[in-house]
C-alpha cells in the first residue's frame, strides 16, 4: 500500500488506515460470531442425550389455514398419522373460499382426532390461532403451519419430550425443502443463518424468537402473557414477537433433533420470497434495542467487511483484500459445516460464495422495500 512513515501522512494515507481498521474490527466480529455459535450449537447437540418418557401427555396441534386447500390435502394427513399414542389435531379455517372445508370434511371421516373450526369472516393469523389455542383440550400447544409437514413420524414425540416443569417453551427448526434450485437454495441458506441466530440466543439465556411452523409452548404460558393481545395490530409475530414477550432463559428449550424438524415448501419465486421477508420484517421494529443489534451485528459487520475490502482493492491493498476475504469464507465455511449438519442444510461451496456475498444486498432491498412499499395487514 505504501503509506510512508513521514509525517503528516496524506489524507489518502490516513483513508486506507481508516478503511483496514474497519476491515479488521468487523473481520473479528464475523470471526467471533460463526465460532462462538457454531462452537455452542455442536456442543448442545453433541452432548444432549434425549431420554423419552414413559408419560406421554395428551397434545393439541394447532393449524391455521387460509385457502390452503392443496397443502392441507398433501401435507396434513403427515400430522394426523403420527407416531404418538394421544393428540388432537385443530385445524382453523380463517374464512377461506377455495376448498379448504372440502378437504377437511373429506380428513375428518378418517380421522377422529380431527377438529375443524370455521371462521366465516378472515381474522387474521393471530386470531385464528387464538380460537384454536382457546378451544384446545389440552395443555401442551404445538404449532405447524398449514403449507409444512413434519419431517419423521416422530415430530410430535420428540417436541413434546422436550418440554419439563421449567421449560414452557419448546423452539423448533423450519427447514425448507431442497429444491434443487438457486432459490430454493438460497432461502434455505437464509433459513440456516437466522436459526443460528435465534438458537445461539436461547441457548446462551437471550430468546427473543421462534418460528410458527414448529414450535411448542403451554396454554398457561399463553394466558399468563395474554396471548397476542400486544401486537395484533401486526399480521406477524405470533412466533417471534409472543417469543420475545414470554421467554426467558429458565423457560425456554430448543429441540435440535432431526426428527423434530418441520419441512415447508419454498417460494417459487423471488417476488414470493421478497414478500415473505417483508412480512417477517415487519416485526423486527417492535424487538428491544439489544435484540435488534443481536440480530444485525453479523449482517452488518459482514457488509462493512466485504465494502472494505473493495476498498482495499481501491487503494491498492489487494493482498491484503484478497487474504482476508479468502481466510474468513473458508473459515466461515468450514467451521459452519457443525451447524449445517445438525440442520441438514447441504449447501453447495460455490452457490455459499454467492449467497455470502449476494445476502447483504438482498437484505437491504428487501429492508428498503419494506419501507417504502410494503403495507400489506394481512397473513
Known sequence: MGISLEY????????SLIIIGFAFVS?????????????????????????????????????????????????LPLVLTQNYPDYEVIVVDDGSFDDTQKVLSELTEAYKHLRIIKLENSQGKKLALTAGIKSASSEFLLFIDADCYPASENWIDVM?????????????????????????????????????????????????????????????????????????????GDDDLFVSDVANANNTQVCLDE????????????????????????????YSMFFKFFTSIELISRAVLFISIVFLLFFGSWHLAIILFTFRLLFVYFIGKYSRKIFNNKIRFYYFILFDIFAPIFYLAVLVSNKLIYSNKEW
Open 8 to 15: 503528516p501522512l496524506s489524507i489518502k494515507e490516513i483513508a
Open 27 to 75: 473481520f473479528a466480529i464475523q470471526l467471533v460470531f460463526y465460532f462462538k455459535t457454531n462452537l455452542k450449537l455442536n456442543y448442545i447437540f453433541s452432548n444432549h442425550n434425549r431420554v423419552f418418557s414413559n408419560n406421554k401427555p395428551f397434545v393439541s396441534v394447532i393449524i391455521a389455514a387460509k385457502n390452503e386447500a392443496i397443502n392441507l390435502q398433501k401435507f
Open 160 to 236: 413434546v419430550n422436550s418440554f419439563s416443569d421449567n421449560r414452557q417453551i419448546v423452539l423448533g427448526y423450519g427447514a425448507y425443502r431442497d429444491e434443487r434450485t438457486m432459490l430454493s437454495d438460497f432461502i434455505r441458506f437464509d433459513t440456516y443463518l437466522i436459526g443460528l441466530h435465534y438458537f445461539y440466543a436461547s441457548i446462551i439465556g437471550k430468546p427473543y424468537m421462534g418460528v410458527g411452523r414448529n414450535i411448542a409452548y403451554k396454554k398457561d404460558l399463553w394466558e399468563k402473557g395474554n396471548g397476542f393481545s400486544k401486537h395484533l395490530e401486526i399480521a406477524s
Open 259 to 286: 426428527k423434530s424438524f418441520t419441512i415447508s415448501v419454498p417460494a417459487e419465486t423471488l417476488s414470493q420470497f421478497i414478500r415473505q421477508k417483508a412480512r417477517h420484517i415487519s416485526t423486527s421494529g417492535f
